[in-house]
């Protein structure tokens, strides 16, 4: 029961920054929303900061939820396919990703003004940049870390820039998605170019090294 009056709280904030931004949350009107007391809620999170940060937290996890392929669709993918998946799959027309992704972009921005829920945004962030990066590591497996990670870092915020644009009615749901298509093949291209040249193989015989000086030729 604790549990699910928690989760209610934290849905309910995510409802409420999503409305009314970071600055439009108050403790008395989300416990409206959720339908608990506000003693129940500074029990659970202790102050209007707790509250942010977790629900950050919740929001994020709730991305990797609708955005994870369940195990008989996932069998279906290569590596490529499963990367535009995960990252598509931010641009659906649904009340819960438009709402989740609505919050996101609220909390991000109140981020700026905010040192400690920066650096909780930037831990989520970098959680999923290091996703990101696995995934285009399945790809290109013989790609360095530092430059995976920097490919990741491109994407992920290209995602949040089209994302803000897609909600604020700037884009079409399917033209986001185009242009994420279009910049993931553009990044897996250049990571292709990154890949060690293959044995030297012409099906000539490898030149002989020259005989050092003095020695008997064979």
Known sequence: MATDRRTAILEGAARVIARRGVRGLRVEELAVEAGVSTALIYYHFKDRAGILRHTLEFISDRADRYTAADEGAAEGFDPRGELERSLLLE?????????????????????????????????????????????????????????????????????????????????????????????????????????????????EPEPRPAPEPGAAPR
């Open 91 to 203: 641009f659906q027309d649904l009340p819960e990703v438009r709402e989740n992704s609505t919050a996101w972009g609220e909390l991000r921005a109140s981020a700026v003004f905010d040192p400690e829920l920066r650096r909780e945004l930037a831990r989520t962030g970098l959680a999923w940049v290091h996703d990101v990066a696995a995934l285009l590591g399945e790809a290109c497996p013989t790609v360095p870390a530092p430059t995976l990670t920097a490919s990741a870092e491109r994407l992920t915020a290209l995602t949040e820039g089209l994302s803000t644009r897609w909600l604020s009615g700037g884009l079409p749901v399917h033209r986001a998605r185009e242009l994420m298509r279009a910049a993931i093949s553009v990044e897996l291209e250049q990571l292709a170019r990154r890949r060690p040249p293959e044995p030297w193989s012409s099906g």
